[in-house]
């Protein structure tokens, strides 16, 4: 198949795929809910016994404490990722707190928090 | 000895029916309200792998012919271009992939290249086009040498091997449940496959198989799969990005930072980068192994059954 053909056929691919996945509402995010994140923690981390999670007001992050110390959960794209919270800088942002992880497959992301829950997250963060 | 030899580039000319199924399954999944999920994100990376996977081998593709065609020259067989021997190398091909496959997932060298197929927490026909931008940087090549050295050509090993990935395409789907038993018997199927990327610790390491899952059954890593424990998809630890730069090289960087640690000595990097995921020198981390066993304590009823045998 000639290189040009090829090429209009994957960008006009990608970008029709695109289109038809946003438009049938396939960017919707969902929201945690105590529920959820204990189960979405569980299935990352199955040898973790949780303590305690604090969803954010937002729903789209929760703060998770187990027998393994803090750790963040967030919602990515129609799913979750987590992260024990070791050796990640926190820093504080308009909307809430700014964690760079130090690691290359989870870049340093922002996560929307109120005036309140930012002050307690971010101690609870720096003392981990 | 044939030199000139060819054949049509197949994975390209199946673009268009990529794209079609990929179209054909959201609708069966958006109709049907089964079958599957999509997200936009995670299938843009997807597609946008696939597409750096045609790249990169444009690009780079130059390395492993130029070595098929030096082994060539070298060998003094020459099994000619009859269908039969169209078929055996085809069969003889997809054993070769199996062994990549399965080292794909044991050497961590090669799984920094594989990995980014597994990344996405989907299994939809996207995923299957989730494709590594850097396997010509595994060597995993000189595992297709024996081929050329019994004399099948390397075009045709090449075309074989376009074929084995054309077929491995459809069975990225949550939309088809089983085939008909003779067909889950000898081929790999979706449920075969579901199992491959299956983060579940009875789902890891098994169902290596690219075209014949007899191969699995052969050698003892074929896990089937189970109604009452749903595969779930993704990695041990999940990336958190859709950027493809760092789905492509993010376990390449995972390597050069544990290779580059103070105090290590030189078994400790070469085991960084050889020894199977999840090994780490003081044992902080989880092989497949230890995953299994730490399921088994939390777990004992599922001691003997398909995945902790």
Not at chain 1, 7 to 14: K, N, Q, R, S, T
Not at chain 2, 46 to 54: E, K, R, T, W
Not at chain 2, 65 to 77: A, C, D, E, H, Y
Request: proline share 5%; hydrophobic share 45%.
């Amino acid at each position: 198949m000639p290189l040009e053909i090829l090429l209009v056929l994957v960008v006009f691919g990608i970008s029709g795929i695109a289109l038809l996945l946003h438009l049938t509402g396939r960017s919707k995010r969902p929201e945690l809910t105590l529920d959820s994140a204990r189960a979405a923690w569980s299935r990352h981390f199955p040898d973790d016994t949780i303590e305690a999670i604090q969803v954010s007001i937002e729903g789209h992050a929760a703060l998770v404490h187990s027998d393994a110390g803090l750790g963040l959960l967030w919602v990515f794209g129609a799913d979750t990722v987590a992260r024990h919270l070791t050796g990640c800088d926190v820093t504080k942002t308009d909307t809430g707190l700014r964690v760079d992880f130090h690691d290359f497959a989870a870049p340093p992301a922002i996560f929307p928090l109120t005036t309140d829950e930012r002050a307690t997250w971010q101690a609870q963060m720096e003392a981990a | 000895m044939t030199d000139q030899l060819t054949y049509p580039d197949v994975v390209s000319l199946a673009v268009p029916l990529f794209i079609a199924l990929i179209l054909a399954e959201f609708m069966w999944i958006a109709i049907k309200g089964r079958g599957g999920r999509y997200e936009t994100r995670d299938a843009v990376t997807s597609l946008v792998m696939g597409a750096g996977n045609v790249a990169a081998g444009l690009v780079l593709g130059f390395v492993a012919w130029g070595f098929f065609m030096w082994l060539w020259r070298l060998t003094p067989l020459d099994l000619g271009t009859s269908v039969w021997v169209v078929l055996a190398c085809f069969v003889l091909d997809d054993l070769r992939y199996y062994w990549v496959h399965r080292f794909g997932h044991r050497i961590r060298w090669v799984w920094a290249s594989h990995v980014n197929h597994h990344s996405s927490q989907h299994y939809n026909l996207t995923t299957a086009l989730r494709q590594t931008w850097t396997s010509t940087f595994t060597f995993m090549m000189v595992v297709r040498a024996p081929l050329i050295l019994i004399g099948f050509h390397p075009a045709m090993v090449l075309f074989v091997g376009g074929l084995n990935l054309i077929y491995q395409f459809w069975i990225h789907t949550e939309a088809i449940g089983r085939m008909p038993r003779w067909v889950e018997a000898i081929m790999n199927t979706p449920s075969h496959h579901r199992v491959h990327h299956g983060r579940n610790a009875r789902y890891l390491d098994a169902n290596y198989a690219g075209v014949f899952i007899i191969w699995d059954k052969l050698f003892g890593t074929f896990v089937p799969e189970l109604d009452e424990e749903k595969p779930d998809y993704g990695l041990v630890h999940n990336i958190a990005t859709f950027n493809p730069i760092r789905v492509a090289f993010h376990e390449w960087v995972g390597i050069f930072k544990d290779i580059l640690q103070p105090g290590l000595t030189w078994r400790d990097r070469l085991m960084y980068c050889v020894a199977p995921p999840g090994w780490s020198h003081d044992g902080s981390r989880d092989t497949s192994e230890t995953i299994k066993a730490k399921h088994l304590i939390r777990h004992p009823e599922d001691s003997g059954t398909p995945g902790f045998q």
